[in-house]
């Protein structure tokens, strides 16, 4: 393992294995295709039961698949809103910048929740748990975690986005195929 500085800023393409690259590539086309697809459906009026606080409740327009808990947060303490993690939609957990679909009574979780607190370690664990695989033998030492540390903390500067995408099993195999965790994972765990 490397304990080299990683350079300023977010890593170019160059920079990138090729199968980083080539995943990278597969979801922006997946993107792109779903936010055509979101682009073209109607967007009738909806009605949001809106819970900035507990016991902070007011009612407030919006349209289907257009507006998202994100766009919400500015009704929201400039304290409080930058410290929210998810949402929470018809008591269900919901990316923030997941669209609304019909009615819907909105709340907001932080990390001072348990279920924020779950939320944030359980997104922030993917990366780590998935692409820090080692060669047979190899270990991470005590004199690895300063560079791992300052990995980490060079991601959370960049405020790097995390995007929901539904995605098809086959197409998830295709994007994670390059990983015997991941693939074993979504082999158990994904239908259809």
Do not use: C
């Not at 009615?103 to 748990?129: I, M, Q, R």
């Not at 790097?160 to 295709?174: G, Y």
């Amino acid at each position: 393992m490397s304990t080299q500085v990683a350079p300023k800023g977010p890593p170019t393409s160059k920079e990138l294995p090729d199968f980083i690259r080539e995943r990278n590539a597969f979801f922006d086309k997946l993107k792109k295709e779903y936010d055509q697809e979101l682009a073209s459906r109607d967007k009738p009026p909806i009605k949001i039961e809106f819970v900035a606080e507990t016991g902070q409740q007011s009612q407030l327009d919006g349209k289907a698949w257009e507006t998202t808990p994100g766009h919400l947060l500015k009704h929201v303490p400039k304290d409080r809103a930058g410290q929210i993690v998810i949402a929470k939609v018809d008591n269900e957990l919901w990316d923030l910048d997941r669209p609304l679909e019909k009615d819907s009574k909105v709340s907001y979780l932080t990390f001072a929740d348990s279920e924020g607190k779950n939320v944030f370690w359980h997104s922030s664990a993917h990366g780590f748990f998935y692409d820090m695989a080692l060669e047979p033998g190899e270990a991470v030492k005590e004199s690895d975690w300063s560079s791992i540390e300052n990995k980490a903390k060079k991601f959370a500067k960049d405020k790097q986005a995390f995007e929901r995408l539904v995605v098809s099993k086959d197409n998830l195999l295709k994007m994670f195929g390059y990983s015997k965790y991941k693939t074993h994972y979504i082999d158990k765990l994904v239908k259809g």
